[in-house]
């Protein structure tokens, strides 16, 4: 999955001429956030363009208003001590905690900028749309460029007996344990609907459901499935990547590989060695039962 953020980030990198630029920003933070203020009046289009294409937008709208809220703020003490930012889609505001970055699942300010930023996006490619919180999430995550290794360990406690699509919306509401399982759960199911369908998926569901069809027949007309049978595509995916495969290739199952390899081959070893012991057996007596049965055997002579 690393490697397919790579290559989906090259290839909307490579579309940028097709956007009319990136979302413009307008920065407001009290001065003991100029610091940080001024990080992310650095950063390069690149990432917000990228958001752009990845929801299927190709004018970013208005500028979005970006304000950065200090600890003890109104705005801080409002939100939960494990939210480190949050978007209103529909009035293009975004307001973020620095002090509160990194912050599962955004690493870095840049990513947690890029997250919020591309909830205001989907709500602009979608205006009006009831998109589930899911997929919100998932896809600002996948835009915000924070899927990694640490995921993964998250992706193997994900159990579909209990993890599902249906009703993840309100575990976004519940303790940081639940949310972070919501978060893997809604990221790694968009990843891999952009690695069956390309990277295109998304933003032809959002364009689907802004047409004002309802999510589940937009997501099956977007990509040619019910959303159920891409579901259970899901699982079979990950029980292989995060359940078999790394059973198969871990010390235990080597060290027992070898136990029974070593076992099987003392045991035919021994096969081995009680055949050609019966057969050497069986060669001394039939050398005998011949020794005995010749007349003039020297037992004979001794007798004369």
Do not use: C, N
Not at 43 to 67: F, K, Q, W
């Amino acid at each position: 999955m690393v490697a397919f953020l790579l290559a989906l980030a090259v290839g909307v990198a490579g579309a940028r001429q097709e956007t009319a630029g990136a979302p413009r920003l307008l920065i407001e933070a009290p001065d003991e956030l100029a610091a940080a203020a001024a990080e992310l009046e650095r950063l390069p289009p690149a990432r917000l363009e990228s958001a752009m294409r990845l929801v299927g937008l190709e004018e970013p709208g208005p500028p979005i208003r970006l304000l950065l809220a200090a600890e003890g703020s109104p705005a801080a003490r409002a939100a939960p001590a494990w939210v480190a930012g949050y978007a209103f889609g529909d009035e293009g505001v975004v307001v973020l905690f620095p002090a509160r970055t990194p912050a599962y699942p955004d690493g870095s300010l840049e990513e947690l900028l890029g997250h919020e930023v591309a909830h205001v996006l989907i709500t602009r490619a979608a205006p009006g749309a009831a998109v589930p919180r899911w997929f919100h999430e998932g896809v600002a995550t996948v835009a915000g460029g924070s899927w990694g290794l640490a995921d993964r360990t998250r992706m193997v406690r994900l159990d579909p007996e209990r993890d599902r699509l249906a009703g993840l919306d309100v575990r976004f509401a519940g303790g940081p344990a639940e949310v972070e399982r919501a978060y893997a759960l809604s990221a790694a199911f968009v990843l891999s609907l952009l690695q069956r369908h390309g990277r295109e998926a998304a933003a032809a569901v959002l364009d689907e459901a802004a047409r004002g069809l309802p999510f589940e027949d937009a997501f099956a007309r977007a990509t040619g499935e019910p959303l159920a049978a891409a579901e259970a595509a899901f699982w079979r995916r990950h029980d292989l990547l995060y359940r078999w495969l790394p059973l198969l290739t871990s010390s235990v199952t080597l060290w027992l590989a070898i136990t029974l390899l070593a076992l099987w081959a003392g045991r035919r070893r021994r096969a081995r060695g009680a055949k050609l012991m019966r057969r050497w057996e069986d060669e001394e007596r039939r050398a005998a039962e011949a020794a005995i049965a010749r007349p003039g055997t020297a037992f004979e002579d001794r007798v004369h």
